[in-house]
Structures are given as C-alpha cells and as structure tokens.
C-alpha cells in the first residue's frame, strides 16, 4: 500500500484549519488577526460583564480590523462570511490547546 492509501482521512478541524491557514496567508493580514484582532476580542470578553456597550464596541472594533485585513491584503471574503461557525470553533479549539499546553506544563512541573 503506499501512503496515500493508508493515511487517515482529515478531520473536520484539520480541513477547518488548512482553510483557515488558506484565506489567512498574507502576513500583515495575519497579524492584523493574531496581534490584533484577536487581543480586542479578548478584552472585549473581559470588559462586557462590567461595561456591556463598551465590551460590544471593542467586539466590533475586533472584526473590523480582522476583516480589512481580509479586503486589503488578502482580497478575499472572511472566513465567517462563508462558513460562520468556523472561527468560533478554531477559536475555541485554539484556548483548548492553550489550556493543553499549561496543563502539561504544570504536570510536568508536579513529577519532577
């Protein structure tokens, strides 16, 4: 048999990724998501319980700069135009193997 044949079918979230690195290659795009994007939403998340108006504007805020990076750079539709519960779910994949990741830190700190 050759490797082909023999190799698992991709996951649903390996193919939700490869798309995801996909329609993000474009590296000021990228960081537009990452260094940007993203770290608004996190604080848009912080701040709501204690200033809802104030949470929602950043949320906002967040997928502006997310999605000009999309027009501008990367010249192609975001992700969650498409297929809108993908970035919920690489999102939430992502913090499940952050969280993975100080887990084993912290076992491994433990054992030793």
């Known amino acids: 048999m ?5 190799a698992a079918a991709p996951t649903r979230l390996e193919r939700m990724a490869a798309t ?29 319980p204690f200033r809802p ?8 805020l967040s997928y502006v700069v997310m999605w000009t990076g999309h027009f501008v750079f990367e010249r192609n539709l975001p992700t969650v135009f498409k297929h809108p519960t993908t ?11 952050i969280a993975a990741f100080f887990g084993r830190l912290i076992h491994g700190r433990r054992s030793s």
Not at 24 to 30: D, E, S, V, W
Request: aromatic share 12%; proline share 6%.
């Open 2 to 6: 050759t490797q082909t044949q023999t």
């Open 20 to 48: 995801y690195r996909e329609d993000h290659q474009n590296p000021i795009n990228h960081f537009l998501h990452v260094g940007v994007g993203w770290p608004i939403a996190a604080i848009a998340v912080i701040v709501a």
């Open 53 to 60: 108006l104030l949470g929602l504007e950043l949320f906002i």
């Open 87 to 97: 970035p919920f779910v690489m999102a939430w994949t992502v913090i499940c193997q």
